[in-house]
């Protein structure tokens, strides 16, 4: 199953959730108790527990959730090297493998080019504009991307 950034899941959000693992839980709670914490509702709270997950930041199971060593190496890192964290864990999650492997493109190339790798999380009628939320989010951000004025561009870094 091709894993996917959840379009609802935020950076900001992911760094409250590690935070408040951390120093409120110990790394480790009940996602209820989390839930109650953050004052969110679960159907919020998932998204970016999702996410955490799959960029190998936090671990989710039977209810429970905990931060792994990648999370607690994020948050003790600078900006700097934060960046890079999450650019060597989202160019294994779509939509960024695509985006990457395009090099340049405008989102409705990369909609189309997930569609033919049967992603189906962006064929949805706010799908383009999802793509573009994430795509700015997370990887201008984190610098894996540049936009332009036709739509982005993958950085190359040297490795």
Do not use: C
Request: aromatic share 6%.
């Amino acid at each position: 199953m091709t894993e996917v950034v959840d379009p609802n899941a935020r950076i900001a959000d992911l760094v409250g959730l590690l935070y408040v693992l951390t120093t409120i839980f110990d790394n480790k709670t009940d996602l209820y108790k989390l839930e109650k914490e953050m004052e969110v509702d679960i159907d919020d709270l998932m998204p970016i527990v999702y996410t955490g997950s799959r960029l190998g930041l936090v671990r989710a199971e039977s209810g429970d959730i905990n931060i792994t060593s990648g999370g607690k190496e994020y948050l003790k890192a600078g900006i700097k090297s934060r960046k890079e964290i999450l650019r060597n864990s989202l160019i294994k999650l779509e939509p960024f493998k695509t985006a990457v492997a395009l090099g340049e493109f405008n989102l409705e190339e990369l909609q189309d080019e997930l569609q033919k790798q049967a992603v189906q999380t962006f064929n949805s009628p706010s799908g383009l504009h999802d793509l573009e939320v994430i795509l700015i989010e997370w990887g201008v951000y984190s610098g894996m991307l540049r936009k332009t004025d036709e739509g982005f561009e993958a950085v190359k870094t040297a490795q």
